[in-house]
């Protein structure tokens, strides 16, 4: 919680950027940018020609360097002020220089656009995007010397909050500015690899809080489609998310500069707001000024290039400010950055026709035709957006390395270091003679203080800190409450044990056949092996109302972790619900049953075992098979106890229902194949993880039920189910989900009710099945024993209807329009549903559905879905 307290958004963008430079035997200058008016030009650039090197000016226009004694050329700019280049001697003594700029005027050919249909921004940001893959692949490496410094404060934060807060190093921190500077020297080499050597760093940050090592280096580019997961104004995809508008061109010397305003189609949290600048003829981005709000935090980011060789621009300055407003949390931080490039080596490969002759393999002929595409596009006298987009595409192919090619095609995706931290060790101790040399930015005085009472504040006993992360709890768990909602407890290196606590003890269930569940689950994990686990987890309970003990035991051997083997075997004596999987969750049942006496389950005694396994026998192709014995008895209602509403119903309806549901006995066997194509996965210690895919998965169920013993009522059937959904994604702020099935008994020689085929229903107000695949107005245990289909399909947009008015457009909830249709063989015409809902994914949805038979209407309600639910209780 405390990443809010010292600046949610503030260490973020300590990430945008990399730090400082030093040079030994070097002479002070200091400067000063002001304006006509003698005032001074805040967060000026200061770019220092022959050394490569940028400097940001402070709010009050200083900055401050070190040079060697010799001639150097000092251009100064500020955005709306004309540039002032000059030429300097640093002398044996100190200097300080003022730097007078005057506002820029522009002339009438610089500010008037040619009358076309199109604004000309959209021309130059298609040959700027179309070209933005040559410029993110254009240095093959480069050397930098880096210094940075931030501030941040919190300034306000809610009651509820600060009350929440036990720690008084915490507290102590509301109010106080926070200072950090650090001196790095920085390694790059393509396609995206850093080492990043922390030669100094400096904080006013209690230790107890401060990041070990300071703050790691940003490896985003605004050449890249997406920056944190934010929609680059330089993605081919930026013209569905972005209008351009064309403001002027200007001059900067030799370099005709276009400045484009950057206006996001819609309000959203992934879209930036504000200028681009773009040098004409080459396109390379000259300084961009983009903002982005998210959760009432805004960040203004404000970056600076230079052509530190030939039409090779790369940022020199950054300037960061954030507005802090997140949940009543009030605060701001500030940061700059400069940048000294050390050696820059260019990429070879890096243009859009390689010039170099090729051999005849079959791998090089592929990349001649790709040359030859990028040819032809770039002969064209003016590209459409498709041609942009095409060119964008096709030369990110011809740049990628062969480890990138592979790493796309790879099924594994694998969290790769970037950025590889090496920490000097007299980092943190460096005197102030040290920082005086390489400090680009004086201290103000409130800065300097906060450097001086750093000391003075408490520690923190409740922080954990690492590489650029902090963890802070707000309150601490005791013994209490670890005995009230259940704990986990070690024994040993490979053993631990846990139980659910005294609130589930006494609150585990309550429906009106069992009464209360009194009892407790115990829960036994083992690791026999690294490959290997063992858990072990019996339960006992007594139930109130029937006076009777329910009890299972569960069992798992986690196996075989690269093809996730899982063997489960299960044996018990409860009570269960007749619809099984598709059910209303116990844990709903009881609040509804308990509080408004509406039981919307079946239960009947369940005497069983069960034996499953499941293994891939492929990557994303993935077999279970089963093995189960049943001896099922209907049950009937033990109480009627409740506090609100109507009488609660009887557990079944009518004697009638006891021919469907005899005592009887159930062995089945069941074979289920599910399949995705392209599966990628992720290994998390030695476990094979499946990542959500783009692609459809296919599952097929076979079911047989066959009578094992002599015994007069049992099961005998066949089912077939045929099933298939996929989520795609229409856009960034758009997806359509489908789920499709089928299926049917082959064979039904004697069927009993737990046997039938059921459709997931909602018939509370409240459910923890998801919309996507429910039907909300359907009667509860509708089910089929013939042959069935059934479709499910939802369309998610955060911009659907609501969420287009402007003052909805930052709110974090989205809209969906849903379809649900079922053919049954008993109805002669489908149940149709259709639905609009709001709400957050995986979250909570509320919705309006309206159901009709054929074209009759059968009526509207209103649902609320909380998958969150499933946290609570199981069914």
């Known amino acids: 919680m405390l990443l809010y307290i010292i600046g949610m958004r503030a260490f973020l963008l300590f990430l945008l950027t990399i730090f400082c430079s030093f040079i030994a035997s070097a002479q002070s200058i200091r400067g000063r940018v002001i304006n006509s008016k003698n005032d001074p030009i805040p967060y000026s650039t200061v770019y220092i020609k022959e050394i490569s090197q940028g400097l940001v000016a402070d709010e009050q226009g200083k900055f401050q360097a070190k040079l060697a004694q010799g001639t150097y050329t000092l251009e100064i700019s500020s955005m709306g002020f004309e540039t002032q280049r000059r030429v300097i001697q640093t002398p044996s003594t100190n200097q300080e220089i003022e730097f007078q700029l005057t506002e820029k005027i522009y002339e009438l050919n610089e500010v008037v656009a040619r009358l076309t249909k199109e ?4 021309r130059i940001m298609r040959y700027t995007i179309a070209n933005a893959p040559f410029h993110l692949h254009q240095v093959a490496s480069y050397t930098s010397e880096n210094y940075l410094k931030g501030s941040v404060k919190i300034e306000k934060i809610p009651t509820l909050m600060k009350m929440m807060i036990k720690d008084d190093g915490i507290k102590a921190l509301i109010g ?74 200007y001059s900067e010397g030799s370099l005709q500069i276009n400045q484009i305003r950057v206006i996001p189609k819609v309000e959203s949290s992934t879209l930036f707001d504000g200028k681009i600048y773009i040098t004409e003829d080459d396109w390379n981005v000259y300084a961009i000024d983009l903002s982005i709000t998210e959760m009432g935090t805004t960040t203004r980011y404000k970056v600076n290039y230079q052509e530190v060789k030939p039409s090779v621009f790369l940022p020199i300055t950054f300037d960061t400010y954030t507005n802090i407003g997140t949940l009543g949390v009030k605060g701001f931080g500030r940061f700059y950055s400069s940048v000294k490039y050390k050696s820059i080596i260019l990429n070879e490969s890096a243009a859009l026709v390689p010039k170099r002759k090729l051999d005849n393999s079959k791998e090089n002929f592929k990349q001649e035709k790709v040359r030859s595409q990028i040819e032809q596009l770039s002969a064209k006298e003016k590209l459409s957006t498709k041609d942009a987009l095409k060119l964008a595409l096709l030369s990110s192919k011809m740049m990628e ?49 906060s450097f ?35 704990n986990e407890v070690k024994l040993g290196k490979n053993a631990t044990i846990s139980f659910d606590g005294l609130l589930k003890a006494v609150a585990k269930e309550y429906n009106f056949v069992d009464g209360f569940w009194l009892g407790q689950r115990i829960g036994l994990k083992i690791s026999t092996s690294k490959t290997t686990k063992l858990i072990v987890s019996p339960s006992i309970y007594y139930t109130t109302a029937r006076k009777s003990a329910v009890w299972d035991v569960c069992n798992k051997l986690q196996y075989a972790p690269f093809s996730n083997g899982q063997l489960r075997l299960s044996v018990g004596n409860t009570t269960s619900d007749i619809q099984d999987e598709t059910s209303t969750l116990r844990f709903t049942n009881s609040l509804s049953s308990l509080f408004f006496g509406d039981n919307a389950i079946r239960f009947y005694k369940n005497q069983f075992f069960h034996l499953d396994n499941e293994v891939d026998l492929a990557n994303g192709l993935r077999l279970t098979t089963a093995i189960s014995y049943e001896k099922r008895s209907l049950l009937t209602n033990s109480t009627s106890f409740h506090l609100l509403g109507n009488a609660p119903k009887p557990n079944y309806f009518n004697e009638a229902y006891r021919t469907i549901f005899p005592d009887h006995i159930n062995s089945a066997a069941v074979v289920k194949l599910t399949y995705t194509p392209h599966q990628k996965y992720r290994l998390r210690d030695g476990y094979k993880e499946y990542l959500n895919s783009s692609f459809p998965t296919f599952n097929v169920v076979f079911e047989k039920a066959l009578p094992l013993l002599s015994s007069k009522n049992q099961s005998s059937y066949s089912e077939l189910t045929f099933s298939i959904d996929q989520t795609v994604s229409l856009s960034r702020f758009s997806k359509l989900n489908y789920a499709l099935s089928a299926g049917g008994f082959t064979s039904k020689r004697t069927i009993f009710a737990p046997d039938y085929h059921y459709f997931a229903t909602s018939p509370l107000l409240f459910t923890h099945h998801s919309f996507n695949n429910t039907f909300s107005l359907l009667d509860n245990y509708t089910s089929s024993t013939n042959r069935w289909m059934e479709s499910h399909i939802t369309w998610s947009s955060d911009y659907l209807l609501l969420k287009r008015l402007k003052p909805l457009q930052r709110k974090i909830f989205d809209e969906s329009l849903q379809w649900n249709q079922l053919w049954n063989i008993r109805n002669e015409k489908p149940i149709t549903e259709i639905g609009y809902s709001i709400g957050l994914p995986d979250l909570g949805r509320i919705g309006i559905f309206a159901g009709f038979n054929g074209f009759a209407h059968r009526g509207t309600e209103i649902k609320i879905s909380l998958p969150l639910l499933n946290w609570f209780g199981e069914k």
């Open 119 to 122: 604004d000309p921004a959209y």
């Open 176 to 249: 106080k500015l926070m200072v950090m500077e650090s001196h790095n020297e920085i390694l790059f080499h393509l396609p995206n690899k850093y080492t990043q050597h922390v030669i100094a760093y400096k904080t006013s940050i209690p230790k107890s809080l401060e990041p070990k090592g300071g703050i790691q280096i940003s490896t985003s580019s605004i050449y890249n489609p997406e920056i944190s997961r934010k929609i680059s104004p330089l993605s081919p995809q930026a013209f569905k998310y972005y209008k351009f508008k064309f403001e002027r061109i």
């Open 401 to 449: 390395s062969d480890e990138q090619q592979k790493q796309q095609q790879s099924l594994e995706v694998k969290d790769i270091e970037t950025v590889k931290m090496q920490i000097d060790s007299l980092a943190s101790k460096r005197d102030s003679t040290f920082w005086e040399n390489v400090r680009n930015v004086p201290l103000g005085k409130d800065e300097a203080e």
């Open 452 to 486: 001086l009472h750093v000391d003075s504040l408490p520690v923190s006993k409740s922080v954990q800190t690492s590489n650029n992360s902090i963890t802070i709890g707000i309150s601490s768990s005791g013994k209490s409450s670890k005995w009230l909602f259940g």
